[in-house]
């Protein structure tokens, strides 16, 4: 039986999302009000990332990765933004940046899983909770639409809560080569109804396995993309970008600075994209946990505790800072000798932020988005 072309093209869209869209949700809600949270998957290292040049033990525990921010922004005294982020120091500079640093969930073991199920579903142990803080945040905010979408095989556990989230549901077939992809695009090329839908539905599908390719331009386009969801009036209000790739077991060097740069430009990306609306957004970028404070044998690191996450927005309230109660990298600081030890809850970082951006009572906030607390 032949296909009708529509149909085929809708077909291949789903399966090309099968491994693109899954990284983007988003939940529109009646506010001017914009809120991001891009999480990074696989444990980004917060060491390297916001650098504690000034500790005296950084050398000696950092090793060959100790001059991992040389050329970076200066941030304070203490603190160095690895170089791979500059547009984010022109954020920082601005006021439109901040972070906060030795930051934790209360996850303490060494899970992707279980703490990527801490950190979005917000619960005081792995799998203690079936909703996650984004979408217990959701009837906090002003009435009217709420109405929710996730691209997504499945509403991400942070988006999950009291309220509808829609899904696009992605079709479970194999992943299509680039043979089909190159035929298809030529059997496209002279329809001007699915020609543009197609090209759209391919480019999507590159940006979205790795931000930190091409030379960063991935995370660009993934940052293009987000902005143009939520800069319109009818567009979206909450909205989740998942990236991976901060694993860095090996070779950390080069690879985290590709994320970064990927990460930076993502982050400028919306920054432009949003154009007036940014002053209304507040960006929250978050990992599940930190690396050691020690590089392995390999150039780098694992799994560890302590980590930096970072707001970005027009109308933070402590733009320009460093947030940090710094608790050293000699080995007698650390925790159980290893890790960065945490001295702030990153809980309590995201309500804060959350809690100034909507002009909530922040006790109500960690209480909805934390109810396990």
């Known amino acids: 039986m032949l296909l009708p072309r529509r149909h085929l093209l809708i077909t291949s869209l789903g399966l090309i999302g099968a491994v693109s869209l899954p990284r983007l949700a988003w939940a529109a809600a009646a506010t001017s009000k914009r809120l991001l949270f891009v999480i990074q998957r696989g444990a980004a290292d917060g ?3 916001l650098a504690p040049t000034s500790d005296p033990a950084l050398a000696a525990a950092r090793g060959a990765l100790a001059d991992e921010s040389a050329g970076g922004a200066k ?26 640093h030795a930051v934790a969930t209360s996850y303490r073991d060494r899970s992707h899983f279980d703490g990527q199920n801490m950190l979005e579903g917000g619960g005081a142990r792995p799998y203690g909770r079936a909703d996650g803080w984004l979408g217990r945040l959701l009837p906090l905010l002003p009435q009217g639409e709420r109405e929710a979408l996730a691209i997504a095989p499945a509403v991400p556990l942070a988006l999950r809560g009291a309220l509808p989230v829609a899904t696009y549901a992605p079709s479970r077939l194999p992943q299509a080569d680039a043979d089909l992809i190159e035929r298809l695009s030529a059997l496209y090329a002279e329809d ?19 931000i930190g390719g091409n030379n960063g331009r991935n995370g660009a386009d993934l940052g293009a993309l987000a902005a143009s969801l939520m800069a319109p009036a009818d567009g979206a209000r909450v909205m989740m970008v998942e990236t991976g790739g901060w694993d860095t077991h090996s070779g950390q060097r080069g690879r985290l600075a590709a994320q970064l740069r990927g990460l930076d430009q993502l982050l400028f990306a919306v920054r432009t994209g949003l154009g007036p609306a940014w002053k209304d957004t507040l960006v929250i970028v978050a990992t599940e946990f930190g690396r050691t404070v020690e590089v392995n044998g390999t150039g780098g690191t694992d799994h560890g505790t302590g980590s930096a996450a970072m707001l970005l927005g027009g109308a933070l309230e402590q733009g320009g800072k460093v947030v940090a109660d710094w608790p050293g990298l000699a080995p007698a600081a650390r925790l159980d000798g290893r890790d960065l030890r945490p001295t702030a809850a990153l809980e309590d970082v995201i309500t804060a932020a959350v809690a100034h951006h909507y002009a909530l009572d922040p006790a109500r906030v960690k209480k909805t988005l934390y109810p396990d607390g």
């Open 192 to 210: 001007a109804l699915l020609a543009p839908l197609w090209d759209s539905a391919v480019k999507t599908q590159e940006l979205a396995s790795d």
């Open 75 to 100: 941030l304070d005294a203490m603190f160095t933004l690895h170089p791979a982020l500059g547009e984010t120091a022109k954020l920082f500079a601005a006021r439109e940046a901040a972070l906060a």
């Open 47 to 49: 060491l390297a990332i």
